[in-house]
């Protein structure tokens, strides 16, 4: 039989990442940079926050910086009106060392940007995933809670769990990925293992720990949300300390919305540029003449519904992977927690 | 062709000529423009055209009559009001033989085939009449195949109704009834005076028409929640939502109304899909 796990050391992971890098790969993801952790190449396994649990709470980059950047060129215009949009050939590369949730935020980015070429784009010269799994939740996170989390389900071709200072389980995600260890002659073990019972054991902990303040978990949160769009003093109040910043936008994986930015060159020429813009943000919904979200709390609403309820109505998968940066990075301390939490008391069936 | 190739297409604007330009009123312009290489068919009543003013911005404009095929591309219509930075600088730099840059036709379009031997009802308000034109105009071509025509067209004044030139000849459409209407009573004003949902509770409307809105959004929903209430098939009403719209294809997000995004699950609607959100202000 196939076996599903391995185990091996950081000596392993530098041996993947190698093999990546000499297969013409540029190899992306979490790394340490002036004390910082920001999304970049990786060259080495030293640049990597290895086993620091709640990494996304702790860096407001994710993998959209990687495959829909926060400003892009998106068109240019000569004098005769003849437009094209810019060579956009970026090289093939892999995601390394990047979480669950962050690899969950793939999912929904394919459908919110199924029609974007410059996506499209960069998604198809993504050929490898390599995923840390989480062994110790941040104190934002709710991963487990959504089910995106903390370990790793679908889409990813190596999957690796530090369980000790050097020891590591891996997981095979792909055929390409189990190749990818048996070359590098990994040990083979048996799931019931003690390398991978503590894998496991440790994966409930941090299920359970962050699924604490929700007893019933997010059952009925659809129904409660859709019950509660008409309640404006309800939403007021919840969004009250709100400043429209949009941190939460820049932060979050799966908030993709954009504007343009047209330029007149002194040639006659124009470009257009592309940038994130956030649904929280004062001018979201504004128009000539009107303004279709006048306040606030409509914007901080819609910012739920589009996590919370749209995907349900489409039915897809829930726009939030419970990663918390939102939480992490909102000035005002503004917790989505609280909020999911206020409506189903508030809304939910009981 | 591949489908990158084809999506790719959808976000870089064609060059088109202005062949003419029609002054409405004193802050409203139709444009006549040739696009090479396009079909009529594409221009169904409805859809919309993202309008490039090379480094000044993009705007979506809603065609306002039919479109024809000429010389291997369209001439197409749309009726442009200034009232943010693009369409005013539209209004006072574009002359007639310039180059403009235009991307669609986006959208899905008024279901006006599924409207086939029904009475119709077209009740637009304002610039939201320049939408509705194209129907109107449709259905004058192929008169035969439609029921009766009700139309009410409201403007704030007399001199702010469009297309002043032909207004009176939609009163020659046989088995119609015609009405306009201005917001406050103006010397020498022969038509009616009220806003366009007072005028829907005037007329003797038969429950069974298709009806097609539009107008500024406070107008579309009471007269929509009016037609609702006097018998109409909430299925059957239709009105187009404007929105900040940046792509036109679904991808910036700018346009969201509740779950749906205007400019492609749009930006017509049936009352019955929208008429919820139209209750929740700022969704």
Known sequence: MEAEYYVGSRQSLKKILNELKSRGLKVLGPKKSSGSIVYGEISDIEEMPLGIGGLSSITHHSIKEILHPSNQRFLYTDSNYTSHIPENGTESFALFGIRPCDLSSLQITDLLLSEDPFYNNRRSKLTWVIVEECQEPGIFCFCSLIGTGPTAKADFDISYALIGRDCIVFRKGTEKGEKMLKILQLKEVDENSKEVLLYKQRAEAAAVSMKKRFREGLSGLPEALDASLGDVSFWKKISDRCIGCSNCNMVCPTCTC?????????????????????CLSPVYGEVAGTHFRKEQYMRYRHFVLHKFLFPFIKQVPSGCVGCGRCIAFCPMGLDLRNTLQEVLIKYAKK | MLKSEEIKKKVVPNAAEVVEIIEETKDTKTYKIFIKGKVSDEFRPGRFLMVYL???GEIPISLSDLAQDKDNGVLAILTVRGVGVVSQYMLSKVREGDKIGVRGPFGNGWPIENAR????????????????????????????????????????????????????????????????????????WKGEVGLVPDILGRIKLSTDAWSFICG????????????????????????????????????????????????????????????????????
Request: with cysteine.
């Open chain 2, 54 to 56: 090379k480094g000044s």
């Open chain 2, 117 to 188: 031997g029904k009475d119709i009802l077209i009740a637009g308000g304002g610039i939201g009449f320049a939408p509705l034109r194209p129907i109107l105009n449709y259905i004058r071509k192929n008169r035969k195949d439609f029921g009766k025509v009700y139309l009410v067209y409201g403007a704030r004044s007399p001199w702010d109704m469009l297309y002043k030139y032909e207004l009176e000849s939609y009163k020659e459409l046989p088995n119609s009834e015609i009405h306009f209407t201005i917001d406050r009573p103006a010397e020498g």
């Open chain 1, 258 to 278: 954009s504007e343009f930015l047209d330029e007149a060159m002194m040639d006659g020429s124009a470009e257009r540029q592309r940038f994130w813009v956030g």
């Open chain 2, 216 to 283: 500024p959004e406070i107008m579309m929903k009471i007269a929509s929640k009016r037609l609702y209430e006097f018998g109409m098939d909430p299925k059957r009403i239709f009105v187009s939502l404007e929105r900040r719209m940046r792509c036109g294809i679904g991808i910036c997000g700018t346009c969201q109304f509740g779950h749906y995004y205007v400019c492609k699950d749009g930006p017509v609607f049936s009352y019955k899909d929208v008429y919820r959100y139209m209750e929740v202000e700022g969704i």
